[in-house]
């Protein structure tokens, strides 16, 4: 089995994405973003959510690509690409390697640009504070041993659906920052989820 077909069988998740094609900048720009923050990823055009080869025209993809990597990524991304044949059609892999420069940012819309990260197979959005992580640490995008502390905001949400700052703050008998520190090192190690749209953020279990 040649790489892009177990690429395929493999499906999608926290380092490959399939898109049947790409014609909203601003879209792909997201799941750019998330592999350059994260630990870096391939995008494989001309392949369906299914895993179904449909094939592209390979020119005006890179078009779309080249204008979401240098105008609707901040910084912009690096890409490298290469054109695959699979029976009589054209498959475009797109590669994204880890960026030293992160935090990276996906323009939403004018003058709104927001950071993304790489979770199983979804581009999630991501909180200031974990901006400012992704900023002066390396993180490691691989299940941890846990502390005692980490441990606890696993088994507290294992018992209610969701969790605050505060109440973990609280439950834990942390300090708002060293609480903060703990529950982003968790959402960027896949363990939780940040919902960062309401008026309180919130973590649940990923």
């Not at 420069?101 to 950071?115: L, S, T």
């Not at 041993?145 to 008998?173: I, S």
Request: charged letters at 30%.
């Amino acid at each position: 089995m040649d790489e892009l077909q177990r690429l395929i069988w493999q499906g999608e998740n926290d380092q490959v994405d399939f898109k049947q094609r790409v014609t909203q900048p601003e879209k792909i720009a997201r799941t750019m973003v998330s592999f350059a923050n994260t630990r870096g990823g391939t995008i494989l055009i001309g392949v369906k959510d299914n895993g179904v080869v449909c094939g592209v025209d390979p020119e005006e993809e890179k078009h779309t690509l080249q204008l979401a990597a240098n105008f609707y990524c901040d910084p912009p991304v690096a890409l490298t690409y290469e054109e695959i044949e699979v029976d009589h059609h054209l498959v475009l892999k797109v590669t994204i390697p880890e960026s030293r420069h992160k935090p990276h940012f996906a323009k939403v819309k004018e003058d709104d640009w927001r950071g993304y990260v790489r979770v199983k197979d979804t581009s999630v959005q991501t909180s200031k504070m974990v901006n400012k992580v992704l900023q002066h640490e390396e993180p490691q995008f691989e299940r941890l041993p846990l502390d005692r502390h980490e441990n606890a905001a696993l088994e507290m949400l294992q018992k209610q659906p969701r969790l605050t700052l505060k109440q973990y703050m609280k439950a834990a008998n942390l300090s708002e920052r060293r609480a903060h520190r703990i529950l982003v090192k968790l959402v960027i190690h896949g363990y939780l989820r940040l919902h960062d749209k309401e008026k309180e953020e919130y973590y649940t279990l990923s």
